[in-house]
């Protein structure tokens, strides 16, 4: 296929553009985005959140237990979302990069090394991505899960808290596709599909419910 090996390596450079300085940035994200705040807000409580409920260490089980350590763990998950995005993208990078900050925060937080490579399910975090990658459409899609989270509880549905973010990180890739274009909203089309897989627990629950 390739006349050569330096066109096949311009080919890889071209695809993927990945210098050592965009994988220094990528690790940062990761580090950044593995931090368990749901363990830090746990601390003094003589609670291994791991223990209890789901076992998950994120919001929705620290909340099963403390509702200040739940915001607390709401804050942290959410900001380093932000934070890692904001830090590391700079003006003129290609938007792509951001993305690629963003998933890394993300796959930190699902896999973190400071758990033994396991972790939350990534909603809180993703949705500090998405404020940070588009502010405003990240807003409305917010609201959209506050909408969708109260008509839940309100009706009582199983697995409301995974229906209505599954349901918004699917809301807001129609927004990506409609408004801004084809390559964000692939990119938060498989952000959709990545966290329907961390859920992929919730979703067998809600098959299997009565």
């Not at 994200?29 to 931090?35: A, T, V, Y």
Request: charged share 10%; aromatic share 14%.
């Amino acid at each position: 296929m390739w006349t050569s090996p330096e066109r096949a390596q311009e080919f890889i450079e071209i695809m993927f553009p990945i210098d050592s300085t965009l994988a220094l940035k990528l690790l940062g994200c990761f580090l950044i985005g593995s931090i368990p705040f749901a363990i830090l807000a746990m601390m003094g409580s003589g609670i291994d959140i791991r223990k209890v409920g789901s076992g998950n260490p994120g919001f929705n089980n620290v909340l099963r237990v403390s509702k200040p350590r739940a915001v607390l763990t709401l804050i942290g998950d959410l900001g380093k979302g932000y934070l890692a995005v904001w830090l590391f993208h700079q003006p003129g990078d290609p938007q792509a990069f951001a993305w690629l900050y963003g998933f890394m925060t993300v796959f930190g937080h699902c896999y973190s090394p400071f758990l033994k490579f396991n972790g939350g399910k990534g909603i809180a975090t993703s949705a500090g991505v998405m404020l940070v990658l588009y502010p405003g459409w990240a807003l409305l899609a917010l609201g959209f899960f506050v909408l969708v989270r109260l008509l839940g509880s309100r009706l009582r549905w199983p697995e409301a808290g995974m229906i209505a973010s599954i349901a918004t990180w699917l809301f807001f890739a129609l927004l990506m596709f409609v408004l801004i274009g084809g390559i964000a909203g692939r990119n938060a089309l498989l952000m959709t599909v990545f966290l329907a897989w961390r859920h992929q627990q919730n979703f067998r629950n809600l098959l299997a419910y009565r």
